[in-house]
């Protein structure tokens, strides 16, 4: 069946954005990966001296997530793979928005349940989860205690993480066997 050439020229449209995000996604991992402490813009040192592999817009970019997500920022460069990918093969938007809000939902009680865990120093905690991590974490200890806030938010980061991988390898060799 061929499309009508409109029809063509949207498919194309969001090909070329699935190739122009990949690099973005790279970018990012490798600015998250490669993230110091002690880089620009978050010490004394100039904005010359920067270690981070993305140069000064590396180090901002790794200073910005880090902040807010803590270790949950290495979801980002995923969630911006996974738009990648889906622009390039050309699927539909549900699928991603699905995939998104599963992923995020994990990053989010992760972060919030690692924030809390006392035995860790503050500093620790505080790179768990990042500002977001550390206020809804703080939310969750003030309503529940922070004992039963590390016992629901872990069991619920064990039910997400099941049914992710649920969906991920079981439903879809039950699809192909469906088919075959």
């Known amino acids: 069946m061929s499309f009508p050439p409109f029809s063509r020229a949207i498919e194309r449209r969001m090909h070329a954005i699935g190739l122009l995000l990949a690099p973005v996604a790279v970018f990012v991992l490798l600015s998250l990966v490669t993230h110091a402490e002690d880089d620009y813009p978050n010490s004394s040192l100039s904005p010359d001296e920067v ?12 200073y910005g997530v880090m902040l807010v997500l803590g270790y949950g920022g290495y979801v980002v460069p995923v969630l911006i793979g996974l738009l990648a990918w889906n622009r390039i093969r050309g699927q539909r938007p549900a699928r991603l928005l699905a995939q998104s809000a599963w992923l995020l939902l994990l990053m ?47 069991a619920f980061f064990l039910v997400v993480l099941g049914i992710m991988i649920y969906l991920c390898l079981f439903r879809r060799s039950a699809r192909r066997r469906h088919n075959t």
């Open 108 to 154: 989010v009680t992760g972060i919030s349940t690692g924030s809390l865990v006392p035995v860790l120093p503050d500093n620790l905690r505080f790179r768990i989860g990042g500002v977001l991590g550390f206020y809804l974490g703080g939310q969750m200890a003030g309503a529940l205690g922070v004992d039963l806030s590390l016992i629901i938010g872990g």
């Open 51 to 62: 270690v981070n592999l993305g140069g000064r817009p590396g180090a901002l970019v790794s």
